[in-house]
């Protein structure tokens, strides 16, 4: 059975991205981004929804081809486009880049995915990470906390109908008052 991880940068107050899908609160120091890096070559599939998608397809197919890109900037396009990618979309009509669409039933496409053997998945955007955590799919946590306060937008978590009993497996301090948490799911 594969491990399925849900992570992102959140706001102090519980937020992905600020009113207007901003999220330029969110911007990565180095060290953070290496850490990005090494959790996402650890992924043998993502899982995306189509407004993450459309943002990790809009820079990161030659993201290691612009102008200044640091070499771990680097060694995420080429990771991101190596990895195999589902992408859940009704409104999508086309994706690239080692990625097929699902236009079903997302949970239980994950569910299936998660029921095979292989890698970890991670599983992004909070529509369709809600909807996972709402099945009881996430196994792993990774909470990039911000020192910024947004005031809305969208949310990391979502309504749960029962309780998510977490193990606390790892916490950091990184540059400019980040603080990344990592939990697992008691089962």
């Known amino acids: 059975m594969r491990r399925l991880h849900y992570g992102m940068n959140v706001s102090l107050d519980g937020y992905i991205a600020?009113?207007?899908?901003?999220?330029?609160?969110?911007?990565?120091s180095d060290e953070l981004f290496?850490?990005?890096?090494?959790?996402?070559q650890a992924i043998s599939l993502f899982l995306?929804?189509?407004?993450?998608?459309?943002?990790?397809?809009?820079?990161w197919p030659t993201g290691d081809q612009q102008p200044g890109a640091t070499?771990?900037?680097?060694?995420?396009?080429?990771?991101?486009?190596?990895?195999?990618?589902?992408?859940?979309?009704?409104?999508?009509?086309?994706v690239d880049w080692n990625s097929r669409l699902v236009?079903?039933?997302?949970?239980?496409?994950?569910?299936?995915?998660?029921?095979e053997d292989g890698g970890p998945m991670r599983v992004g955007g909070a529509a369709i990470g809600g909807?996972?955590?709402?099945?009881?799919?996430?196994?792993e946590y990774a909470i990039i906390t911000h020192p910024v306060l947004v005031?809305?937008?969208?949310?990391?978590?979502?309504?749960?109908?029962?309780?998510?009993?977490?193990n606390l497996m790892e916490t950091r301090t990184l540059p400019g008052g980040v603080v990344l948490?990592?939990?697992?799911?008691?089962?």
């Open 103 to 115: 236009t079903g039933d997302a949970v239980a496409e994950i569910a299936r995915l998660k029921a």
């Open 34 to 40: 290496e850490w990005w890096l090494k959790e996402e």
């Open 151 to 166: 005031g809305g937008g969208v949310p990391f978590f979502s309504a749960l109908d029962n309780w998510a009993n977490l």
């Open 131 to 139: 909807a996972a955590m709402r099945a009881g799919l996430i196994d």
């Open 48 to 59: 995306y929804g189509r407004k993450l998608w459309e943002i990790m397809s809009s820079h």
């Open 71 to 94: 070499p771990a900037q680097i060694e995420f396009a080429r990771n991101w486009r190596d990895t195999p990618k589902v992408v859940f979309s009704s409104t999508v009509d086309k």
């Open 181 to 187: 948490t990592r939990y697992e799911t008691r089962r």
């Open 18 to 28: 600020a009113p207007g899908d901003d999220l330029g609160w969110s911007a990565p």
